[in-house]
Nanobody, 122 residues
Framework: QVQLVESGGGLAQAGGSLRLSCTPS????????VAWFRQAPGKEREFVAG????????DYADSMKGRLTISRDGAKNTVFLQLNNLKPEDTAVYYC???????????????WGQGTQVTVSS
C-alpha cells in the first residue's frame, strides 16, 4: 500500500506561482511513477504531469507545457509541481497519484492522495 500526502495549494493571483508537494510513504518501492491530475468543478479529472522515480523521465499535458515543472527530491521521493503564470482556469483540486508506469488516464494509477485546492483569482 502507498499513501500520498499533498500540500502547497492555496489562493494565488493570475500570473502568480504555486508549488505543490506530494510525499509518498508506505510501500513506495511499488510506485515507480508519480503524477499530478486536476479536477475543476463539473469537469473530468485530467492528467497534468508525471515523473518516473527511477529514470526521472517527465511528461506534461500539452495544454500546460511551458507553465509548469515537475521534479523530485531524490532522497525522500517527494515530488514537486511548480505552477507558473497561473490563470483563473487553473482553479481546480490537484491530486497526486502513484502507479507502476506513466499513464495519462486516471485508471492507470491505483494510489491517490486526498487532493489540494488551487484557486486562482483574476
Amino acid at each position: 500500500q502507498v499513501q500520498l500526502v499533498e500540500s502547497g495549494g492555496g489562493l494565488a493571483q493570475a500570473g502568480g506561482s504555486l508549488r505543490l508537494s506530494c510525499t509518498p510513504s508506505g510501500r513506495t518501492f511499488s510506485a515507480y511513477v508519480v503524477a499530478w491530475f486536476r479536477q475543476a468543478p463539473g469537469k473530468e479529472r485530467e492528467f497534468v504531469a508525471g515523473i518516473s522515480l527511477n529514470t526521472f523521465y517527465t511528461d506534461y499535458a500539452d495544454s500546460m507545457k511551458g507553465r509548469l515543472t515537475i521534479s523530485r527530491d531524490g532522497a525522500k521521493n517527494t515530488v514537486f509541481l511548480q505552477l507558473n503564470n497561473l490563470k483563473p482556469e487553473d482553479t481546480a483540486v490537484y491530486y497526486c497519484a502513484a502507479g507502476n508506469s506513466m499513464r495519462v488516464a486516471r485508471g492507470g494509477y491505483p494510489y491517490w492522495g486526498q487532493g489540494t485546492q488551487v484557486t486562482v483569482s483574476s
